[in-house]
């Protein structure tokens, strides 16, 4: 089965995850990039972001390299902003159709993963959802969400291939 991992990271975390999610999986991997996307930091960051997230802002994003519709299974990855998938994700789940397709969603977060798991499947209608991972607290227990990812690759993904 031919898989994709698909993920969109502002600060890095949800990448860093992504890329041993595919290396677990032995999958091709995909960034999601914002066409302009102005990097902020503290507050600023946390704010623009969220706003855009709670008003269902979908940025332009540069064209993907990979064709998701030639692979059988997508390995969705998001960070959460304001209890929803961020921004940029949200453009590529309109983009594209997932129907008759196997998903799964992991996601980092800092506290709370709100509706997201709602949206996330809401934007996959159609598709097979074989599992989701929540991550809460990525940087501070890197250890912990590494070897939860590996476990998660082995339990939901590849049991369902």
């Not at 594209?96 to 977060?109: D, L």
């Not at 934007?123 to 809460?136: D, E, I, N, P, T």
């Amino acid at each position: 089965m031919k898989s994709l991992v698909l993920y969109y990271s502002y600060t890095g975390t949800t990448e860093k995850i992504a890329k041993v999610i595919s290396e677990e999986l032995g999958a091709d991997i995909e960034r999601v990039c914002v066409e302009d996307e102005k990097k902020r930091e503290g507050f600023s960051s946390y704010f623009f972001g969220g706003m855009q997230a709670l008003l269902k802002k979908e940025p332009a994003t540069k064209p993907l390299s990979l064709n998701p519709g030639e692979y059988d299974m997508i390995i969705i990855g998001t960070p959460v902003w304001a209890g929803t998938c961020a921004p940029a994700m949200r453009t590529i789940l309109h983009r594209y159709s997932f129907a008759g397709k196997r998903t799964a969603f992991f996601y980092t977060h800092q506290g709370g993963p709100g509706h997201i798991e709602a949206d996330l499947l809401e934007a996959v209608q159609g598709s097979v959802c074989v599992g989701s991972l929540s991550l809460c607290n990525v940087v501070r227990g890197w250890t912990e969400a590494v070897q939860q990812s590996k476990t998660w690759c082995k339990n939901s993904i590849l049991t369902n291939v």
